[in-house]
């Protein structure tokens, strides 16, 4: 029986480590990445973590029962640039999935191989049907680049919390295997 | 002041609620979740449930049992959870059968949003629900609730691919439909929205 292998081009996902603490805090950490770390949905996604506040969070990840998050490695450097996950809670047939990738390395095409390969097993080798995801309105880039591939919006929830004197709202978006078939066929 | 309405009044679940309770779970029409659950769950499982609560002052969510004023007759329960505090929450209420179109659901919702917004003071309240569920979609809007958001075929029940629903109801639409209470709740934001 063949092994799913979790390696894109130029990443390896692979599970978080003790020792991953270290690399994980820097990019979590990065201020245009915090708001939108998808970290523990109890914590708040506002403040810097300190070294230990990390390892909660990776063995918190870890000990997950419906739920996988994987560290993005460039097979070239070895270097961890993100995380991608994916979640099941509610039910394998509509997973929802977030990739975070550190901002020296987002614009490089990493972040869309990730996802494009998590889509490739969701929809082939389990009972995903629907894929979807949430992120906050002021994630504009992140709206963007989900709709790249396929993803469509499919909700604007109020008040996911409030920023610079404003309320944001939780915008979700999904895919339906269907319509990933379709982007894929034209890709 | 207890949490009472015109019809109902929301109180404490007791052990002798648990056993609607469990038929309301065993009941694929009222059990209300993504995926069925068999109907298998038992009076000494829910006790056990209720037994295992822990006093504390910090509650995030709570599940209040719906009884009938005139009566005394338990009519189900309904419940609160994930509670940002001051922001938002999330509801749930689930009524047995025989008070369907009654006004009791109605009831018991209303006074858990008055109690989410004037007490807990939250700015929003959200809700779950389907596709196929046409009554309590109606039940949420009767209430000022509107469709904010769905998973699209992210549930598959009786037979049917039927869209996930999140509804929604923000604190100024609330207060709007209900000029007997004033909003003194400073403004969050500055911008509006």
Same mark, same amino acid.
């Given at each position: ?32 990445i915090i708001g939108r770390r998808y970290i523990p949905w109890k914590m708040k996604d506002v ?17 997950e029962?419906k739920s996988?998050t994987?560290?993005?490695? !460039?097979?070239?450097?070895?270097? !961890?640039?993100?995380h991608v996950g994916w979640h099941w809670g509610w039910d394998?047939?509509c997973p929802g999935a977030w990739v975070v990738v ?9 972040g869309?191989?990730?996802l494009?390969?998590l889509l490739?097993?969701l929809? !082939?080798?389990?009972?995903a049907?629907n894929v979807n995801g949430w992120l906050a309105s002021w994630n504009d880039a992140g709206l963007a680049f989900a709709q790249?591939l396929g993803f469509t919006v499919s909700g604007r929830v109020p008040r996911g919390g409030i920023r610079?004197?404003?309320f944001f709202d939780e915008v979700m978006v999904d895919i339906l ?11 | ?17 648990? @056993?609607?309770?469990?038929?309301? @779970? ?8 993504n ?19 822990? &006093? ?17 007759? $338990? ?7 994930d509670?940002d505090?001051?922001i938002g929450a999330t ?7 025989? &008070? ?5 659901? &109605? ?6 949003? @008055?109690?989410?917004?004037?007490? $807990?003071?939250? @700015?929003v309240?959200h809700l779950w ?18 469709v904010t958001g769905r998973v699209r075929?992210g ?8 869209d996930t629903i999140v509804m929604s ?18 403004? $969050? ?5």
């Open positions: 029986m063949p092994t799913i292998r979790f390696e894109t081009d130029r990443a390896r996902l692979r599970a978080l480590e003790k020792g991953d603490a270290a690399a994980l805090q820097s990019y979590l950490n990065e201020p245009s403040a810097p973590l300190s070294l230990s506040r990390v390892d909660g969070i990776a063995e918190s990840w870890g000990k029962e996988i994987l560290g993005i490695e !460039l097979r070239e450097t070895g270097d !961890l640039v993100g394998t047939h550190a901002s020296s390395h987002q614009r490089r095409g990493i869309s191989e990730v494009t390969h490739e097993y929809f !082939l080798d389990t009972p049907h790249s610079s004197g404003a295997k269907p319509e990933w078939l379709a982007v894929k066929g034209r890709s | 002041m207890a949490l009472e309405g015109k019809l109902v009044l929301l109180r404490e679940e007791r052990h002798e609620d648990q @056993r609607l309770f469990v038929d309301l @779970r065993n009941d694929l029409e009222t059990q209300g979740w995926v069925a659950l068999p109907p298998t769950y038992t009076e000494g499982m829910y006790v056990k449930r209720l037994d295992a609560m822990e &006093f504390s002052y910090e509650r995030d969510s709570a599940r209040l049992s719906v009884e009938v004023k005139e009566t005394g007759e $338990l009519a189900g329960y309904i419940s609160y959870s509670v505090p001051r509801i749930g209420i689930a009524i047995a059968k025989p &008070f369907w179109g009654t006004g009791v659901a &109605f009831d018991a919702q209303e006074i858990l949003l @008055r109690f989410l917004f004037l007490e $807990l003071g939250l @700015r309240v629900s389907h596709s196929g569920n046409v009554r309590a979609l109606a039940l949420a809007g009767k209430s000022g609730f509107e075929e549930m598959y029940k009786n037979g049917k691919l039927l109801l923000i604190r100024e639409e609330y207060f709007a439909r209900h000029a007997e209470f004033d909003d003194l709740l400073p403004d $969050l934001a500055l911008t509006g929205g």
